[in-house]
């Protein structure tokens, strides 16, 4: 890895730790009446936090191209994810007759030519590349809210008038170098193998990787610091004459934002002294430099709402929001709502709501790894529109059983899609990736007796999704079920458990963002990110 990102040219990774996340927060809240009718707030925030992330990308850069038999990469040749190496290989080892993989765990020593047990390893005779991702993010943000309340109450109407400053300074440095990339098994616990030069008798000649390690940097620089210095004026007010309440609210925010991003060497690094294996290059890497840009966002936000009370126990709303969101130096996204529904409920025994809803979002952007070299970053740029309807209903029949049911059925679409600023109009209409158009949870509840805590139930039901902007792939819908317990120890102690994926049901969020944005299954089989299996967990909360 690059010297200028750490001096002694090594980086550790340790996929024993996962992630490791540690938060400090200090807190600030007053508030102060100045009349009958006015109140005065204030409230600040600190936080500081640390994100050390540990995680494995199988397929990053290669797509579905890096997973193939383990024949396939022994054998020099395109079909060969490791190819380079291999030609390296042979150019250091010229004794050499042939390729193989030793175990870093076992020891056991596999050749090309013994094909058959290459082809049934572990059961499926695959090998893959997997980038070893390690990300630390170190931040810190100050936030102060500012303000006062004005409350009228004339009998004929009540009135309550909130005015405020807000600011925020937000500041991110993230460490995501040295993403090197191992050779490894098909497998849960996989093993890694180092790729070794063979002699005709299978007597090992050389060693080609580095502990399994293949590559180094393979994701560019991966030095970056964002900061936001943001300040907003706002005003909400809600009116409430007799059975109908109407609210509206406004914020203007001006955002000074900072982007400093490491550059990538043009010429390859050395790797340090004392490195084994034919990779000489770290690759592209942090070179020592930065490249800086400023941007000034300043923008409006606003919403309006009605509510009306037809009868004491049915009503209804609507409104109409528009807002956005600041992504540092990249252009705002615009989000545009409209909704309106029907409020109802019958005493204990029934609440519920439905809503039919439109939603915009103008500049939705994001960056990706180019497939065929993920060390560039290509950037998305599109709007999405998704219109639909939200059900919401609580039944509760007696007093210690409830059962609460959420859903939406939505139809979200792709529109003016860009790639690196290119405009791609065979994305118009797709669905947009990870997003599905049904969705709904179940939560059963049973209250224990004398207030001693509860026991629920949940199933979450997630539909069908799209692996790509393209919609290529589809990944199939997946229900989800869940159980846990709530036990009041005492007026200050509560302890709570719970089992999640309680039968351990497979569901895919995702594809292989490695791929690129038209993604395709490859000889019958492609990556995807599984939810996490059956997990289990439990929290003590004391009051005081």
């Given at each position: 890895?690059?010297?200028?990102?750490?001096?002694?040219?090594?980086?550790p990774f340790r996929y024993d730790q996962g992630i490791v996340a540690k938060t400090a927060q200090v807190r600030?809240?007053?508030?102060?009446?100045?009349?009958?009718?006015?109140?005065?707030?204030?409230?600040?925030?600190?936080?500081?936090?640390?994100?050390?992330?540990?995680?494995?990308?199988?397929?990053?850069?290669?797509?579905?191209?890096?997973?193939?038999?383990?024949?396939?990469?022994?054998?020099?040749?395109?079909?060969?994810?490791?190819?380079?190496?291999?030609?390296?290989?042979?150019?250091?080892?010229?004794?050499?007759?042939?390729?193989?993989?030793?175990?870093?765990?076992?020891?056991?020593?596999?050749?090309?030519?013994?094909?058959?047990?290459?082809?049934?390893?572990?059961?499926?005779?695959?090998?893959?590349?997997?980038?070893?991702?390690?990300?630390?993010?170190?931040?810190?943000?100050?936030?102060?809210?500012?303000?006062?309340?004005?409350?009228?109450?004339?009998?004929?109407?009540?009135?309550?008038?909130?005015?405020?400053?807000?600011?925020?300074?937000?500041?991110?440095?993230?460490?995501?170098?040295?993403?090197?990339?191992?050779?490894?098994?098909?497998?849960?616990?996989?093993?890694?193998?180092?790729?070794?030069?063979?002699?005709?008798?299978?007597?090992?000649?050389?060693?080609?990787?580095?502990?399994?390690?293949?590559?180094?940097?393979?994701?560019?620089?991966?030095?970056?610091?964002?900061?936001?210095?943001?300040?907003?004026?706002?005003?909400?007010?809600?009116?409430?004459?007799?059975?109908?309440?109407?609210?509206?609210?406004?914020?203007?925010?001006?955002?000074?934002?900072?982007?400093?991003?490491?550059?990538?060497?043009?010429?390859?690094?050395?790797?340090?002294?004392?490195?084994?294996?034919?990779?000489?290059?770290?690759?592209?890497?942090?070179?020592?430099?930065?490249?800086?840009?400023?941007?000034?966002?300043?923008?409006?936000?606003?919403?309006?709402?009605?509510?009306?009370?037809?009868?004491?126990?049915?009503?209804?709303?609507?409104?109409?929001?528009?807002?956005?969101?600041?992504?540092?130096?990249?252009?705002?996204?615009?989000?545009?709502?409209?909704?309106?529904?029907?409020?109802?409920?019958?005493?204990?025994?029934?609440?519920?709501?439905?809503?039919?809803?439109?939603?915009?979002?103008?500049?939705?952007?994001?960056?990706?790894?180019?497939?065929?070299?993920?060390?560039?970053?290509?950037?998305?740029?599109?709007?999405?529109?998704?219109?639909?309807?939200?059900?919401?209903?609580?039944?509760?029949?007696?007093?210690?059983?409830?059962?609460?049911?959420?859903?939406?059925?939505?139809?979200?679409?792709?529109?003016?899609?860009?790639?690196?600023?290119?405009?791609?109009?065979?994305?118009?209409?797709?669905?947009?990736?990870?997003?599905?158009?049904?969705?709904?949870?179940?939560?059963?509840?049973?209250?224990?007796?004398?207030?001693?805590?509860?026991?629920?139930?949940?199933?979450?039901?997630?539909?069908?999704?799209?692996?790509?902007?393209?919609?290529?792939?589809?990944?199939?819908?997946?229900?989800?079920?869940?159980?846990?317990?709530?036990?009041?120890?005492?007026?200050?102690?509560?302890?709570?458990?719970?089992?999640?994926?309680?039968?351990?049901?497979?569901?895919?969020?995702?594809?292989?963002?490695?791929?690129?944005?038209?993604?395709?299954?490859?000889?019958?089989?492609?990556?995807?990110?599984?939810?996490?299996?059956?997990?289990?967990?439990?929290?003590?909360?004391?009051?005081?």
């Open positions: 890895m690059s010297t200028n990102a750490h001096a002694s040219g090594f980086r600030f809240d007053i508030e102060k009446p100045a009349s009958d009718s006015i109140n005065l707030f204030l409230h600040t925030r600190y936080l500081k936090y640390s994100y050390d992330f540990n995680g494995l990308f199988p397929g990053s850069g290669t797509g579905n191209a890096g997973l193939a038999s383990a024949l396939a990469y022994l054998t020099p040749g395109a079909s060969s994810p490791i190819n380079d190496l291999l030609t390296a290989g042979q150019a250091a080892f010229p004794t050499a007759t042939h390729f193989g993989i030793k175990d870093l765990r076992t020891g056991v020593l596999i050749g090309s030519d013994q094909a058959a047990t290459l082809n049934a390893l572990n059961g499926n005779g695959f090998l893959q590349r997997t980038t070893l991702n390690h990300d630390y993010i170190d931040g810190r943000d100050f936030g102060l809210n500012i303000g006062g309340r004005w409350d009228v109450d004339t009998g004929r109407f009540k009135n309550s008038l909130t005015v405020g400053v807000m600011y925020y300074n937000v500041k991110r440095e993230q460490d995501q170098s040295a993403t090197a990339s191992v050779v490894n098994d098909v497998k849960t616990n996989s093993d890694i193998y180092d790729v070794v030069a063979l002699n005709a008798a299978n007597a090992v000649v050389g060693t080609l990787s580095d502990n399994g390690l293949v590559s180094y940097g393979d994701w560019g620089a991966g030095i970056r610091i964002r900061k936001d210095s943001a300040v907003s004026l706002y005003a909400n007010d809600e009116l409430s004459f007799g059975d109908l309440h109407i609210d509206g609210g406004i914020r203007w925010e001006n955002d000074d934002a900072t982007a400093i991003d490491g550059n990538a060497a043009m010429v390859n690094q050395q790797v340090q002294p004392g490195v084994v294996g034919v990779v000489r290059t770290v690759g592209s890497t942090f070179d020592g430099t930065y490249t800086t840009l400023n941007r000034t966002h300043a923008k409006a936000a606003y919403t309006v709402g009605a509510n009306y009370l037809i009868t004491p126990r049915f009503a209804l709303y609507a409104r109409y929001a528009k807002g956005f969101q600041t992504n540092t130096t990249d252009p705002i996204t615009t989000i545009e709502l409209y909704e309106a529904g029907v409020r109802y409920n019958y005493g204990r025994l029934f609440s519920g709501s439905a809503t039919v809803f439109r939603t915009n979002f103008k500049n939705q952007n994001y960056n990706f790894a180019d497939p065929t070299n993920p060390t560039v970053q290509s950037n998305i740029n599109a709007d999405l529109t998704t219109k639909g309807i939200e059900l919401d209903a609580s039944i509760r029949p007696v007093a210690w059983f409830s059962l609460d049911l959420q859903g939406v059925l939505q139809e979200p679409k792709l529109v003016n899609l860009q790639i690196d600023g290119a405009d791609q109009a065979g994305f118009t209409g797709n669905r947009p990736e990870r997003t599905p158009a049904k969705l709904f949870t179940i939560t059963p509840t049973f209250k224990l007796p004398h207030g001693l805590g509860e026991v629920y139930g949940r199933y979450k039901y997630i539909g069908r999704i799209f692996a790509d902007a393209g919609n290529g792939v589809a990944l199939p819908s997946y229900g989800v079920t869940s159980a846990g317990i709530t036990f009041n120890l005492t007026e200050r102690l509560q302890a709570t458990f719970n089992a999640d994926n309680i039968f351990n049901v497979i569901g895919l969020t995702e594809g292989n963002p490695r791929q690129g944005q038209t993604q395709a299954v490859t000889d019958g089989y492609f990556y995807a990110r599984g939810i996490v299996g059956t997990t289990y967990g439990g929290t003590i909360t004391m009051k005081f």
